[in-house]
């Protein structure tokens, strides 16, 4: 991380000294862990302060939570809420562009910022919308935006045609890509994304400014195919504690483990183990244990077995689903 930081600093003095910027500002979407990216957000944050740099970490929500990883950083919090939590018509809006969320960073930027402040982007299409691109504007040259997803520059965030299950090989908001009915839900929702899409664009050119990391060498590609030059793009992998010393062969194992959030992975189990899958998982039993929260009388493990499929399906329910812990959905 210090290593891209690096990039940004003056070229003036010992590289030691270029490595200590004044001040890290990590803006994210939420600071309760969500997903990967918050994570990752969360992290950084942490590992940034133990090393003696400032941090500052910008979320677009109301920054309650008791989370430890923040406890040596500055916290500003818009107190947004995530757009599938508001009202419709006012989610459409603040989901294209967040009036508050600009004016709350552009005031932090003009209160606080030095030479020598980086600036690292994380999450933004939940609450933040296209608006914090129009406020980092004036520091485009110390800014940081991870790519977690393909939504800087994809509509539906995946380069996935959800209705036809397949990947997509179309340029982002070409013709045929915004004739194309590819989004989760349905086509006014892409059609919707597409605007978002086109405002983020106008507000902020990408190819000519900021840093973009992929958390992967593969997405370079695609990042490169939706309009951001290869000069400008990174790769910085995740970080991650290996279980094992070695590598495990999984491939001679019979045990199918995934450890992540609750998707719709678990839900969905006997729809993906059917067609061509069904022979190979006939046999296998699954199930799920939640961490975190649940709601009073609900076990942590509560499944059932489906006779026909031989696959348990999962049925874990949170009391609060905001504060979603991790699941571990198996087949055994």
């Not at 070229?11 to 803006?27: F, M, Q, T, Y």
């Not at 070695?246 to 995934?258: G, M, T």
Request: charged share 25%; proline share 6%; glycine share 8%.
């Amino acid at each position: 991380m210090l290593q891209v930081i690096d990039r940004y600093r003056p070229e003036s003095g010992s590289r030691k000294a270029r490595l200590a910027p004044d001040r890290v500002v990590i803006i994210n979407d939420v600071s309760q862990v969500r997903g990967g990216a918050t994570n990752v957000a969360l992290h950084s944050a942490a590992l940034l302060g133990e090393s003696g740099i400032p941090v500052t970490y910008f979320t677009g929500d109301h920054g309650l939570h008791a989370e430890p990883r923040l406890r040596n950083a500055d916290v500003v919090a818009v107190g947004g809420e995530h757009i599938l939590r508001t009202a419709l018509p006012r989610a459409a809006l603040d989901g294209l562009y967040n009036v508050s969320v600009e004016q709350r960073l552009a005031a932090w930027i003009a209160a606080n910022d030095t030479p020598g402040t980086i600036y690292h982007l994380h999450g933004w299409s939940k609450i933040l919308s296209p608006s914090v691109f129009h406020a980092l504007r004036p520091v485009a040259k110390r800014l940081i935006v991870n790519a977690h997803d393909f939504f800087l520059v994809c509509p539906n965030g995946g380069y996935f045609n959800f209705r036809s299950e397949s990947p997509c090989a179309l340029r982002p908001m070409s013709a045929l890509c915004l004739l194309s009915s590819c989004d989760r839900r349905n086509y006014a929702h892409k059609l919707w994304r597409s605007v978002r899409q086109e405002i983020r664009r106008a507000v902020f050119d990408l190819a000519l400014g900021a840093k973009v990391l992929a958390v992967h060498e593969g997405m370079l590609p695609h990042l490169e195919r939706g309009g951001i030059p290869r000069a400008k793009l990174a790769t910085l992998r995740n970080p991650v504690t290996p279980w094992h010393p070695r590598r495990i062969e999984a491939e001679r194992n019979k045990v199918f483990l995934f450890v992540g959030r609750r998707l719709q992975f678990c839900d969905d189990r006997r729809r993906a183990i059917g067609g061509r899958s069904r022979h190979i998982l006939r046999s296998l039993r699954s199930g799920c244990f939640q961490q975190g929260p649940v709601a009073p009388g609900i076990q942590r493990r509560a499944d059932c077995f489906d006779e026909r499929s031989g696959v348990r399906q999962c049925r874990t329910l949170l009391a609060e689903p905001e504060r979603m812990g991790a699941t571990t959905c198996f087949a055994l």
